[in-house]
């Protein structure tokens, strides 16, 4: 289930990253503003509703990067998903890694030259992601690889 969870945010990452290009981000900018306007709320400021104002504004100025990030990070959880549920595809581990790896150094980069608390939040995530792929790629290495297998079915029956 968990695993089916990751290609529907996969999916929805994706999806999101099509809007965002096709539409712009200043349409959904606009968007955002109207549904998180203080007046629509009767304290007249909610949290949440500022913090996703911020967002937008962010989108805004980082609409190429954000596209990007939301295709290609979405495509990577959908492509684990299916290898997942095949069986098969150990390439996507180290691949998965590396564009996760650049993605990380170049939001680190970014954050040296402005700081954003969104995009730290990304880079904070990407990080836990590489490490549960690594992981993964650790735990089908060990169930699929036909030699561990052997020197486990070995030490099972000694």
Do not use: C
Not at 41 to 53: H, K, M, N
Not at 68 to 74: C, E
């Amino acid at each position: 289930m968990t695993i089916l969870i990751k290609g529907i945010f996969g999916l929805l990452e994706v999806t999101l990253g099509l809007i965002i290009a096709v539409t712009g981000s200043e349409r959904l900018h606009a968007q955002i503003l109207a549904w998180t306007d203080p007046a629509l709320y009767e304290g007249g400021q909610s949290e949440l509703a500022e913090t996703l104002r911020h967002a937008a504004g962010v989108l805004v100025q980082s609409q190429s990067f954000i596209t990007l990030y939301l295709l290609v990070h979405g495509a990577l959880k959908m492509a684990i998903t299916i290898t997942l549920l095949r069986g098969r595809g150990v390439w996507i581990f180290p691949f998965a890694s590396v564009i996760l790896l650049g993605f990380i150094g170049y939001m680190t980069y970014e954050l040296s030259v402005h700081w954003s608390n969104v995009l730290l939040a990304l880079a904070l995530l990407d990080t836990v992601t590489v490490a549960l792929v690594i992981n993964e790629w650790r735990t089908w290495k060990e169930h699929h690889h036909p030699a561990i297998r052997e020197i486990k079915q070995e030490l099972t029956h000694h």
